[in-house]
Nanobody, 125 residues
Framework: QVQLVESGGGLVQAGGSLRLSCAAS????????MAWFRQAPGKEREFVAA???????????NYADSVKGRFTISRDDAKNMMYLQMSSLKPEDTAVYYC???????????????WGQGTQVTVSS
């Protein structure tokens, strides 16, 4: 069982930045791939970004086209933390953001086993 707690959401103006954090309870945090998903009102949950488990050389990352170049996913295995640095935010980025753990940095919900409760991000125009 892995417990995940997101934080860092809030209200920001378009063009602004936010950094989301995800704290994980797993002792073997480094063995999990991690991801961020988001869900806007009336829409399905969608993939945002993912990062591989602790590698021998370099982490691999994966981003949705809609956030490439604006968002950066990272992790600190020593602290059991994952982050999402969001820049150049747009009103369409408004959603509840969730972190999740899985075996590989996939883009679909079903690949992930444990989920946090989410943190709200609201971008005003």
């Amino acid at each position: 069982q892995v417990q995940l707690v997101e934080s860092g959401g809030g209200l920001v103006q378009a063009g602004g930045s936010l950094r989301l954090s995800c704290a994980a309870s797993a002792r073997t945090f480094s063995s999990y791939a991690m991801a961020w998903f988001r869900q806007a009102p009336g829409k399905e949950r969608e993939f945002v970004a993912a990062i591989s488990r602790r590698p021998l050389v370099g982490y691999s990352t994966n981003y949705a086209d809609s956030v490439k170049g604006r968002f950066t996913i990272s992790r600190d295995d020593a602290k059991n933390m994952m982050y999402l640095q969001m820049s150049s935010l747009k009103p369409e980025d408004t959603a509840v953001y969730y972190c999740a753990t899985g075996n590989r940095p996939a883009t679909i919900n079903d690949e992930y086993d444990f989920w946090g409760q989410g943190t709200q991000v609201t971008v005003s125009s």
